[in-house]
Structures are given as C-alpha cells and as structure tokens.
C-alpha cells in the first residue's frame, strides 16, 4: 500500500522559512517524480514544485519561483520544500504527490497523494 506522509507544517509569520518533508513508501517510486501541491482556504488545489527522478528537471508554480525549492532523496524515497520569505497568500495545507511524468503534476495531476501538512502564515 502506497503512503506518503507529509511533516513539518506550522505556523509562522511572515517572512519566515519552513521545510517540508515528504516519505514515500509502499512500492518502488524509480523514475517517478515528485513534488508538492497546495490548497489555501476557499481556493482550488494548485500545483507547487515538482522534480524529476533524476533531478533533472524542476518546476516551480509562478507564485513561489526564487522562493521556494524542492529537492529529494532517492535513497530515502523523500522529497522536501524548503519555503522562504513565506506570505499570508502562502497559507494552504501542502500535499505531496507522485506522478510518473513531471509535467503531468505541472498539469495539476498526480498517481499518489500524502494527506497533508497545514502552513499558516501571519501577517
């Protein structure tokens, strides 16, 4: 059974940095990517970041770009966010997701969903 299991959500204010944690496990995630969405209150879920397994490739939703990095380790089958200068507007539960192409997650859609972690951001 695949689980993924978010961590490191909080409450900060403005300004401040958080990093999220992402572990992956139930099955063999090679050559999947990984990544990050988000859902902020009365607002639809939208795509974050995303990487690819080998690293390669990265994208990052507009909103967060020079903000926001992702990065992962494959031997541990994790993926992080490491969030900067955090907004009110960054205010959101962050879902981790798998997906086998890193532009279909840039496309909104992932195979596997963690349950998510909630960053409350302060003015």
């Known amino acids: 059974q695949v689980q993924l299991v978010e961590s490191g959500g909080g409450l900060v204010q403005a300004g401040a940095s958080l990093r999220l944690s992402c572990a992956a496990s139930?099955?063999?995630?090679?050559?999947?990517?990984m990544g990050w969405f988000r859902q902020g209150p009365g607002k639809e879920r939208e795509f974050v970041a995303v990487m690819s397994w080998s690293g390669a490739n990265t994208y990052y939703a507009d909103s967060v770009k020079g903000r926001f990095t992702i990065s992962r380790d494959n031997a541990k089958n994790e993926v992080y966010l490491e969030m900067n200068n955090l907004k009110p507007e960054d205010t959101a539960v962050y879902y981790c997701?798998?997906?086998?192409?890193?532009?279909?997650?840039?496309?909104?859609?992932?195979?596997?969903w963690g349950q998510g972690t909630q960053v409350t951001v302060s003015s």
């Open positions: 139930g099955r063999s995630f090679s050559m999947h990517a």
């Open positions: 997701a798998v997906e086998h192409a890193s532009r279909t997650m840039v496309g909104g859609s992932a195979r596997y």
